[in-house]
């Protein structure tokens, strides 16, 4: 049997590892050590720890090391403390490798940790590109520290190999956020609009907005204001998720506080949850923000994303993506275009590109079949 430990730190990563955390679980061939830390153990960022226990997973150990501000120096003292913690964690527990998710800066201490400890590293969502946030140097470190890449589709595998990666290492299983979105019962637009407190009646889209950390042209402050300014030429009721915790956060955060006591079709909450979210897109007129959400899991439901900014440039994007500066007359535009009938129904014929629902058994396959000794640790670059 293969232990596989399996690290999670924020809200977004774990619903979208919840897949592959049941397929290990449920194959006799593979077992999980669930290591929980970072905004899950932190009540001001909804303690969403609390959505784990829920789903029946068995907590292995947490490691909790945020300190409570967002400066660039707070952030990497808590990547010190993290990094302690971790280092008792793989001390006390055996599991033959690790696997991690995406690009945020949290992931890093875990990878150095599993990188002197001698682990495998799985890394989920290699290849991808977001140019205008630190996570694109942070994606590329991982994919050169990993020794097995999941990508999400077949351009992104082979900028993973283009990185030097040898091609035996490197498999397209799609996303794993498609698993959920067609495995998971979504609810009733009544049960979930009563859950939220939110008006049937009422057009709804959801937004999600975080720190653009390599945005040096327009503060976090102005960013977000453009678009309450451009959403306030609407009679909409929006639903807006927390900013990821980077530096300028809170910054981001006292615009969404302030708007949400002034207007009371604004509803702000920490953590929606992964069943909750999509089931909301499913009844939201579109999304807008730029969360990698919009450009991965929204156009899986064939519903606009109104994509503001940098944040995500470089991806691979949709018919339904709609990007947009950050000028309120750009956002303008592209909520109408969002809104036009016309363009509603051309994205309802488009095809989606991230995966077909059964990337959990894919990656376990792989996991299965797969010798974690002294040669797959053994890295070289192909280009030499």
Not at 66 to 83: Q, V
Not at 185 to 210: A, G, Q, W, Y
Request: charged share 25%; glycine share 4%; aromatic share 8%.
């Amino acid at each position: 049997m293969k232990t596989i430990a399996v690290f999670t730190t924020t809200r977004a990563e774990f619903g979208i590892l919840k897949p592959l955390i049941s397929e290990l679980n449920n194959n006799s061939a593979t077992k999980v050590l669930l290591f929980v830390g970072g905004t899950h153990t932190a009540s001001e960022h909804g303690y969403t720890i609390n959505e784990i226990k829920k789903s029946d997973f068995k907590i292995t150990q947490t490691f909790d090391y945020l300190l409570n501000e967002d400066s660039p120096c707070s952030l990497t003292k808590s990547s010190g403390i993290e990094t302690i913690e971790l280092a008792n964690i793989f001390n006390n527990f055996n599991f033959d490798a690790i696997c991690i998710l995406g690009d945020r800066y949290e992931l890093l201490p875990i990878v150095q940790t599993a990188i002197l400890f001698k682990k495998p590293i799985i890394h989920l969502h290699g290849g991808e590109r977001t140019e205008g946030a630190i996570d694109e140097q942070i994606r590329h470190m991982i994919t050169k520290a990993a020794h097995i890449h999941f990508a999400a589709c077949d351009e992104y595998a082979q900028n993973i190999i283009n990185l030097g990666e040898e091609s035996f290492r490197v498999y397209n299983t799609g996303a794993l956020a498609v698993d959920n979105m067609t495995s998971v019962k979504r609810k009733k637009k009544t049960d979930i609009f009563s859950e939220l407190k939110l008006n049937p009646k009422i057009p709804t889209i959801v937004m999600t907005c975080h720190p653009v950390t390599l945005e040096s042209d327009i503060s976090p402050h102005k960013q977000i204001e453009n678009i309450f300014t451009a959403l306030n030429n609407y009679n909409f009721q929006v639903v807006i998720t927390a900013p990821n915790i980077d530096s300028k956060r809170n910054e981001i955060e006292k615009v969404i506080l302030k708007h949400i006591t002034k207007n009371p079709d604004y509803k702000y909450t920490e953590s929606l949850g992964a069943e909750n979210f999509h089931t909301l897109i499913a009844y939201s007129e579109f999304i807008i923000g730029n969360s990698s959400s919009g450009i991965v899991e929204v156009p899986f439901f064939k519903k606009p994303t109104i994509n503001i900014g940098i944040r995500q440039k470089g991806r691979i994007q949709h018919k339904s993506i709609i990007n947009t500066n950050y000028s309120v007359e750009s956002i303008k535009k592209g909520i109408e275009k969002a809104l036009n009938p016309e363009f509603k129904n051309e994205i309802t014929k488009m095809k989606y590109l991230f995966g077909d629902g059964n990337t959990a058994k894919k990656m376990v396959s792989v996991i299965k079949s797969t010798n974690f000794d002294n040669i797959l640790l053994k890295k070289k670059l192909t280009f030499l």
